[in-house]
């Protein structure tokens, strides 16, 4: 009988592992792990797929435009922000290790299940769509989350979702760009994810990601420039007579993804229009602030204030933000500290 041998086609085949596989490898390192975890996973693994379907369908049905409604933090909601919103909260609500969820677009926290029967449960934070004013123009657009345990002493929904974000124990954010891409952390590294149409899952693409130690390249809404803080407009005038570049999609997400790849810097500092900043430190922040340092950089709320550190008081609390490149955001807090 002639047998035949298969050759691969590319010299340096790689093992195809799935988000879900990916989650099961990992909670084998776990031998006393009960599975909710990879129960809460999958269900965003699965938002994000059904989220990415609505967005690419956007002006074939009618998901653009506004919702008729502001959001708590007194923005536009779009239709889509509300959309994502009810996936997230749909999916999340029917995992029994889910406690409580929070949302960008909700006033209050949502508590899915108040009895402490002693088993570990979590509290998923979210910005369900990031960006959302891109969505008009085809954009770049993202949903960003956090992952808290719940305290199992208490019942207050506060002492379970104000902790500082170097508590958190998984984070990351799915990019629906030109492809939808997903970044995890489960405080071991980052992993990156591309989600493969053609057979509806999430492949993993890289492990262990780095971000690039630096890179001349800075990252805000520069229309802000002359309301910035005298250290931030002394950072640009450094930078500018420095030779670097600048780029800014106008979603976080868009804008953290290609600094997570390429390097460089993004920044929101307080403005006239924003005091205390514009990014939410519970829903944005913290989430990038762990896969930024968790990928090697550093996000920081100014000098000498890791955003992981930050004690939160209240669940839409914003924050300044810095994160990047560990030398580019030196370079920043050098002007502003000096
Ligand atoms: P969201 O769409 O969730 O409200 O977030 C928008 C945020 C963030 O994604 C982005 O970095 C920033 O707002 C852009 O703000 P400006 O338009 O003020 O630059
Ligand atoms: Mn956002
Ligand atoms: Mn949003």
């Known amino acids: 009988m002639n047998t035949v041998t298969v050759k691969p086609t590319q010299p340096a085949m790689r093992d195809i592992v799935t ?41 074939l049905e009618d998901v653009l435009g506004n919702a008729g409604e502001q959001n708590v933090q007194g923005e536009q909601q779009q239709k889509l922000d509300v959309i994502a919103n009810e996936i997230l909260l749909r999916t999340l609500g029917a995992r029994e290790g889910v406690a409580i969820v929070a949302s960008e677009e909700n006033e209050e926290p949502v508590i899915l299940r108040e009895q402490n029967d002693g088993e570990t449960r979590y509290c998923v934070l979210f910005d369900p769509l990031d960006g959302s004013s891109n969505l008009d123009i085809c954009g770049s657009v993202g949903t960003i989350f956090s992952i ?69 390249c800075y990252s805000l809404n520069e229309g802000n420039r002359l309301t910035l803080p005298e250290g931030y407009q002394k950072y640009l005038h450094w930078a500018q007579s420095n030779g670097y570049s600048s780029r800014y999609v106008g979603a976080m997400v868009g ?22 900043g514009k990014l939410r430190l519970m829903y944005e922040a913290n989430p990038m602030a762990f896969l930024v340092e968790q990928a090697g950089g550093k996000a920081l709320a100014g000098p000498d204030q890791r955003i992981l550190d930050v004690q939160p008081e209240g669940i839409h609390q914003r924050t300044c933000v810095v994160l990047g490149s560990s030398e580019e955001v030196d370079h920043v807090m050098a002007q502003v500290a000096g």
């Open 255 to 276: 804008d953290v993804h290609r600094i997570m790849l390429q390097g460089g810097v993004f920044m929101y500092p307080p403005t006239q229009k924003a005091p205390k």
């Open 148 to 216: 808290l345990r719940k305290d199992r002493r208490s019942t207050k929904a506060e002492d379970s979702l104000l902790q500082p974000g170097t508590r958190q124990v998984a984070a990351g954010y799915v990019l629906y760009g030109s492809s939808t891409v997903m970044l995890l952390t489960l405080g071991h590294g980052v992993d990156m994810f591309v989600l493969d149409p053609s057979i509806g899952a999430f492949v993993r693409v890289a492990e262990g990601l780095k971000i690039p130690v630096k890179n001349k």
């Open 19 to 59: 988000l879900q596989s990916h989650i099961l490898q990992q909670q084998a390192l776990h031998p006393d792990a009960s599975g909710t975890f990879t129960w809460i996973l999958s269900a965003l693994s699965i938002s994000a797929k059904m989220i990415a379907a609505q967005v690419r369908r956007a002006r």
